[in-house]
């Protein structure tokens, strides 16, 4: 069993910064599985916002994101980062780690590629 705990989130004036972690433990959990951050604004449905290959040779960003939000792992913590910088009112979800249903899953923002979940962190930004 994998469990992902994410942590980090808060409220923000537009324009200001967070980071986000997702601490993952169990058996079962290595570093050879890709990471990715996901986000769920009211009434809309989950959507991919960035992820991580195993080694980090590869990352991926929504293009809602791109240049702003930049992700990381450390292997040797079992923890992922989701640095959001120049933050919207938009930006306003629950952020959610997720791991994929196989270590062979690359890096992709399908959200069915991904069955482990952790229990979400809120991000409010203010305008």
């Known amino acids: 069993q994998v469990q992902l705990v994410e942590s980090g989130g808060g409220l923000v004036q537009a324009g200001g910064s967070l980071r986000l972690s997702c601490a993952a433990s169990?058996?079962?959990?290595?570093?050879?599985?890709?990471m990715g951050w996901f986000r769920q604004a009211p009434g809309k449905e989950r959507e991919g916002v960035s992820c991580i290959s195993s080694s980090a040779g590869t990352t991926y960003y929504a293009d809602s994101v791109k240049g702003r939000f930049t992700i990381s792992r450390d292997n040797a913590k079992n923890t992922v980062y989701l640095q959001m910088n120049s933050l919207k009112p938009e930006d306003t979800a629950v952020y959610y780690c997720?791991?994929?249903?196989?270590?062979?899953?690359?890096?992709?923002?399908?959200?069915?590629?991904?069955?482990?979940w952790g229990q979400g962190t809120q991000v409010t930004v203010s305008s």
């Open positions: 169990g058996r079962t959990f290595s570093s050879s599985y890709t």
């Open positions: 997720g791991a994929p249903i196989a270590r062979s899953v690359g890096c992709g923002l399908r959200v069915r590629w991904y069955d482990k």
